[in-house]
């Protein structure tokens, strides 16, 4: 049994010949899209890995202004201690001021006290020494008016006793 070729086995090899091309060409289409596929993904692993350095970049950049940020918030702070001191110290000093007016008055009051005690007890002398005065008066009054007239006596009595009240 001989083969001899037939137009039907050349159309064959002729198709078989095609369906091998078709598919070499499918094989080489789909290589090339797998090194597109393959050159994407390396172009976003690379843009990937530059956000990601970018991303750390800003969070070393976010962590130092938070530094930053405390520390503006301590000098803040200093300035403001810093204000309420010297405020504190204003009113101080207008205090320790109003002290020493108020002690000043007080000394001043206690010598007013002490220059009323003394014209006190000055006026209380000589009250004193008027009543003795007065009472010599009245005895020697008395002892008077028995050698010389009663009306005399009686108003002398009537003008130092109304001289006391």
Same mark, same amino acid.
């Given at each position: 049994?001989?083969?001899?070729?037939?137009?039907?086995?050349?159309?064959?090899?002729?198709?078989?010949? @095609?369906?091998?091309?078709?598919? +070499?060409?499918?094989? /080489?289409?789909?290589?090339?899209?797998?090194?597109?596929? +393959?050159?994407?993904?390396?172009?976003?692993?690379?843009? *990937?890995?530059?956000?990601?350095?970018? =991303?750390?970049?800003?969070?070393?950049? *976010?962590?130092?202004?938070?530094?930053? /940020? #405390? %520390? &503006?918030?301590?000098?803040?702070?200093? *300035? @403001?201690? !810093? !204000?309420?001191?010297?405020?504190?110290?204003?009113?101080?000093?207008?205090?320790?001021?109003? !002290?020493?007016?108020?002690? &000043?008055?007080?000394?001043? /009051?206690?010598?007013?006290?002490?220059?009323?005690?003394?014209?006190?007890?000055? *006026? #209380?002398?000589?009250?004193?020494?008027? +009543? =003795?005065?007065?009472?010599? &008066?009245?005895? %020697?009054? +008395?002892?008077?008016?028995?050698?010389?007239?009663?009306?005399?006596?009686?108003? @002398?009595?009537?003008?130092?006793?109304?001289?006391?009240?």
């Amino acid at each position: 049994m001989h083969m001899v070729a037939t137009d039907d086995d050349g159309n064959k090899d002729q198709e078989l010949a @095609e369906a091998l091309q078709t598919v +070499k060409d499918q094989i /080489v289409a789909k290589a090339n899209e797998i090194k597109a596929e +393959k050159k994407g993904v390396r172009e976003v692993t690379k843009i *990937i890995e530059a956000y990601v350095k970018k =991303t750390r970049r800003v969070n070393g950049n *976010i962590r130092q202004l938070q530094k930053d /940020v #405390k %520390t &503006l918030f301590r000098k803040k702070k200093q *300035i @403001e201690n !810093m !204000m309420v001191q010297r405020k504190l110290e204003k009113k101080l000093k207008v205090a320790v001021a109003d !002290m020493t007016t108020i002690n &000043l008055a007080l000394k001043n /009051v206690k010598v007013k006290e002490n220059a009323f005690n003394k014209s006190k007890d000055s *006026i #209380k002398a000589t009250i004193a020494s008027m +009543k =003795t005065a007065l009472k010599k &008066l009245r005895g %020697t009054a +008395k002892k008077g008016s028995e050698s010389s007239s009663g009306s005399s006596s009686g108003s @002398e009595e009537s003008s130092s006793s109304s001289s006391s009240n």
